[in-house]
Structures are given as C-alpha cells and as structure tokens.
C-alpha cells in the first residue's frame, strides 16, 4: 500500500490545522468551546492515523491504554467540581509531562539495553539499524529532562491546590541545593548524550530531573500557581516536541510547538500581570507573608448588612462585580449573575471585572462566569475596567483579595508591591463580600477592606448573593 504514507502525512497536515485553528479560538470566549472541539477532533485524527503506521507494534495494548485513559478522563471531567478545576488542569498537564518522560525513558533505556558496546573513551558501537545519532540522543535527553521537570513540578502544584501541602517549603540554602540538583542532572544527560547508554546513568539522571521538579515547586507560593500552571504547561509541550523529534512523528512535533509556543506566551502575559520575571516567581519570595516592615494600615473593617448593600446597588447609576476564588470555592457564580440581571432589569450599568491571575489558573475566572451564562460583552479586563472605576458608584468585590489590594501600589515592602491591580478602591463606594477577616492567598493583608469607602458583607459567598437577591426582590413588591 504505497497511498498509505501518503495519508498518513495528510492527516498530521490535517491535525495540525485543527491544533492550531482551535487555539485561535480558544482566544475568545465566545470561541473557545468550538476551538476545544476542534482541537480535540484534530487529537483523534492524529491518533487514528498513528495506529496506521506500517511499523507499530503492540496496537491492543496501546488500544486497550487509550481507553482506559479516555474513560478515566470522562468520569474526572464529569465530575470535577469548578473549584477544583485548576489542580486538574495541573495533574493532567503533569501527565503530558511524564508522557514525553516516559517516551524518553523508552527510547533511552532501548539503547542501552540494545547491542551496544562501550568503547574506552566513552563513545559507543552498535549492530542495527536501530542505533541513535548524537541529535536523537540529545533530543531524547532534552525532552526527557523537560518532561520530567514538568511531570513533578505539576504534581507538587496540584497537591498545593488540592490543600494537601503547604503554601510554602523552604530550608536554608535551597537555592543552592536546587543548583546542584539541576547541574547534576544536566551533567548525567550531557554523558548520556555523549553516547554512554548504562542503565544506572540512566536511572540517575531520570531520578535528579524529578527530584529538580519538586525542589523547584514546593518553595513557590499558592499566589503564584497561575504562572506556575502556564509554565509547566510550556514545558509539557516543548518536551513532547523533543521527543516527537526522537520518533520522528509529525504529529508530536507539531502539538508540541504549539503548545509549548502558546504556553510560554500565556507565562509572559501572567507574569507581566504581576509585574514581575519568570525569574522572580520561581526564585521570589512572592506568597510568603509579609514582613516586619511592613506599611501598617489604619482604620478598622466596617460591616454592612446585606439589606442596605442591596439598597445601595439598586439605586446606583453604575455596578462592577469583581469576582475571585472565594466565589468559586462557594459556587456562588449563578447566584451572583442572578443578582446582576435583577439589578440591569431596574436599569442599573453593570460589568463585570476580571484580573489576569485572579482564580487559581489562567482564565478562571471567566470559566466560571461562562457557566453561570455571563454574557462576554459585560466581563471586562483589567486594563479596559480601571479607567472606569472613579465613575463607578458601587464596586461589589466578590471572593478576590490580592488582586485588588491597593498596598500594591503604596507599599514597597510588600510582596506584592508593583503587581498591577484592579483600582476598586477609586470607586465611589465598595462593598466586599468576605467568609472572615483573613488574608488572601498571599498572605498579605488588604488594605481595601479598611477604606472609608469600604464596607464589608461578611458570610459564605453563595449565600451573601442569595441575600443580596431576595432583598432586591423585596425592593420590587
């Protein structure tokens, strides 16, 4: 069947219009549920032609995988909560990770374990046509190096958004120790590259590249799991690529670089949301509390019952909701938007504000608001909202801390002194909806919540926004 490398072909060709198409319109909301569509469509066709290849192996039990995984994927899918969402965009990028991992670790292993003799001077002979040139092998070690990285680092972030690890791990001279770590492993792949194929090599270096991944993780703040998320997922991808290389298949290299591309982008636009260099999050000290020197903050929180604070919003000219990850913890997005159409039948402007890093991954914020049927032409982006915040009459802060913390702007020893923030505080009046008095996810205290523009509504998220509606309907009988 001469045709069929020629089909083969076009279905990658095929592939990966699809790939990147649906990431074209994954950009916009009103697009990205067809660009996941299409993307995913793209996946099948790639992999239905990789079962056509002439010299594949082993199809049942790569069958049998496929639908094992594609079945564990529907029922966690399904089941997921919103909240939970983000440590499940970690795990299953740390999965892509330890893919490209094991594929190096198959490649890797199946050299050392082929007829290969090792020759004094490091270099290596082999019988078959199977024997690797110096490129594949330091692509190999590349991608498995990447992907192992990506595969623990994922793992300790979920844990850290699943709440089964501290914010924080450190110990004195972690830095160097990490160091040495990296260097370690990057001095066993450089042998292996070099053509010395010996199991314990191997071993090793597969052992310091995910010990690496941990030791790069566990220091980093909860605030800073968005970034963290991104950039694995750019790792995922730039290691899939690698290997991709290594088996000299279209469709990897292709998924690879697209991911890996649209992954570094996406890091760069949240640490610039920040403020702050990819360095400076892997290696800061940013969610860590903040210190002794810290501005002190004057004044003291003023609560408000949820009867006056519908009364204030049901007579204002202009209303800007600010969501965060405590109104996903409470699952409080319907009835938020339930109390948005109430206050927009009397009239009243209302928008809604998203900061590029509130949640707990990239875009969090507008997941959940699409599930609560939020149309796209309300929810505005920071850049775009801040300038209206001075003639806004009530901005009603909803679960967001750190992102709306004005010692950002006035506070040089704070963490999160620079990072650019929604200007809630430049409205006419605020209202924040808060479970108690703690600090955010960086540890930090606000000092939004002691304006004296500021009243606090204190109670669960979903439950304060039922109250805000009833009490608006009261308003109409």
Sequence with gaps: MAWLPVVIKACYFLAALLFILGLKRMSSPRTARGGILWAGVGMLVAVIATFALPDMHNRGLILAAVLIGVAAAWWSGRRVAMTAMPQMVALYNGMGGGAAAAIGASELFGYAGSAVTLLDGGQFTASGADTPGTAQLVLAVLGALIGSVSFSG???????????????????????????VLAGAVVLGGM???????????????????LFGLLMTLPIGGADMPVVISLYNAFTGLAVAFEGFVLQNEAMIIAGMVVGAAGTLLTQLMAKAMNRSIGNVLFGSFGAAAGAEAQAIGGSQKPI??????????YAERVVIVPGY????????HKVWEFAKLLIERGVKVKFAIHPVAGRMPGHMNVLLAEAGVPYDLIADMDDI???????????????????NPLAKTDPSSPIYGMPILDVAAAKQVIVVKRGKGTGFAGIENALFYADNARMLYGDGQAAAGQLVAELKSLET
């Design 154 to 180: 994922s793992l300790i972030a979920f844990a850290k958004l699943q709440g089964w690890l501290d914010k924080r791990f450190v110990f004195p001279g972690q830095r160097v120790v990490n160091l040495l």
């Design 192 to 210: 292996i590259a070099s053509g010395q194929l010996t199991m314990p090599l191997i071993i090793a270096f597969f052992v310091l590249a995910l």
């Design 305 to 314: 019952e949820a009867s006056d604070a519908a009364v204030m919003m049901a």
């Design 326 to 333: 405590g109104m996903a913890v409470a699952q409080a997005q």
């Design 386 to 404: 801040n300038p209206e915040f001075p003639n806004t009459d009530v901005a009603l802060v909803i679960g967001a801390n750190d992102v709306v």
